[in-house]
């Protein structure tokens, strides 16, 4: 939490930091489920239009699962960055 948060969450009466808390911990909950799926849907976009490039302008043999293989493979520097990042602190 960023420290001008931290101040302001300290400035409240208990029972609105708890709220608040509870608020947050449930929007934080949301989205670490929902942020995958997302990824995932932005991959597929992406790997749909890497195929239709290499169908129709490149010519090449390439299927679907091919190009989402690539798109993944990409992602891959990402990914580890993303498991990784929270044994550093």
């Not at 942020?35 to 169908?55: E, N, R, S, V």
Request: glycine share 2%.
């Amino acid at each position: 939490m960023a420290p001008k948060q931290a101040a302001q969450l300290d400035n409240l009466p208990a029972e609105q930091r708890e709220r608040q808390l509870e608020q947050r911990t449930t929007g934080t909950k949301y989205v670490s489920y929902v942020f995958p799926a997302i990824t995932l849907i932005i991959w597929l976009i992406i790997a749909t239009a890497l195929f239709a490039t290499f169908k129709f302008a490149a010519n090449a043999g390439v299927s679907f699962k091919v190009s989402l293989a690539i798109v993944i493979y990409a992602a891959l520097p990402l990914i580890l960055k993303s498991l990784l990042s929270p044994l550093r602190y």
